[in-house]
């Protein structure tokens, strides 16, 4: 059998067809030739959702919406076939829940049930909702947001007066000044620290130079004989006390000059006379003293 171009131009663009449809499949996440096992999940929101969105289970990923449909039943769910892993075993009492991270991505979050003996089986339907998340919680608050925004309003208009204010300005340059200062004082505090440590070994050296003459004293004095030495100074103490002895009796030269009221008077007279001529003897010393070149001359 002969293929004309014709034929043969037909049998690429399908075989190109199948492998686009193919690529398409595998890119959105599905599994052409796969058997997993499918299962429903009937949402009453179903914002966000589509073909291809992952499901997860314990935060690992064990399945894909492979469809989404609309039940025109009164109810008016939206249910999602989902293709699960087929060793994911689904307990009785699981629920899916819509997830959604904060680029926005949407998945589903199934949340198993406690029965470990009864398991759904494959085409069941089970319930979804949306899950309480970040995103609910910021919705949550944004009353609380909305309530305290005309508060945040007045405190920005407050910070903006003061920020315009000069005070503050001033404040802010003597604060520089101030830091200025600061590097300088901790730059002296640093020069003074490297003169310390150059110093301290001196220092040091000298201290135990002091240490070790003390030492030497202290030794010196342990060797002095304490008992010698009081019996020295009783003994010179006795003698001073004979000596006043001594003196305050009539016993002595000392004692009888500093007892003796006559000769304290001879002495006094004594003084008075020698005093007397010495007066005379400057008023007339002609009278006392004869002297000549040429010998003695008659008076």
Do not use: C
């Amino acid at each position: 059998m002969r293929f004309t171009k014709e034929i043969k131009i037909a049998l690429v663009s399908i075989l190109g067809i199948v492998v686009l449809f193919f690529g398409l499949q595998f890119l959105k996440g599905l599994s052409v030739f796969s058997s997993d096992n499918t299962m429903y999940v009937a949402f009453t929101d179903a914002t966000g959702l589509s073909v291809s969105s992952p499901v997860y289970a314990n935060g690992y990923r064990v399945g894909v919406v492979k469809a989404l449909d609309y039940d025109y039943d009164p109810h008016g769910k939206i249910v999602a076939e989902v293709g699960l892993n087929k060793e994911m075993r689904v307990p009785v009492g699981s629920r899916a829940e819509l997830a959604s991270d904060l680029l926005g991505n949407i998945k589903i979050n199934l949340v198993l049930g406690d029965d470990p003996l009864n398991m759904i089986s494959v085409g069941d339907t089970i319930s979804g909702g949306m899950e309480a998340g970040i995103m609910s919680k910021v919705g949550e608050m944004m009353p609380v947001i909305m309530d305290i925004a005309p508060k945040l309003d007045s405190i920005m208009t407050s910070l903006n007066l003061l920020l315009a204010d000069p005070a503050l300005r001033n404040t802010l340059h003597n604060v520089e000044g101030m830091t200025g200062n600061l590097n300088a004082t901790s730059q002296e505090l640093k020069a003074l620290s490297a003169s310390l440590n150059r110093e301290v070994p001196t220092i040091m050296s000298k201290a135990n130079g002091v240490l070790d003459n003390t030492q030497q004293l202290t030794h010196n004095l342990s060797q002095i004989d304490v008992e010698a030495m009081n019996a020295k100074v009783n003994q010179t103490l006795a003698n001073v006390e004979q000596m006043t002895q001594r003196l305050n009796s009539n016993e002595g030269t000392l004692g009888l000059l500093m007892r003796d009221q006559s000769l304290y008077n001879n002495l006094t007279a004594t003084a008075a006379s020698a005093d007397s001529l010495l007066t005379d003897l400057k008023a007339h010393p002609k009278r006392y003293v004869h002297f000549s070149i040429f010998g003695k001359k008659d008076k």
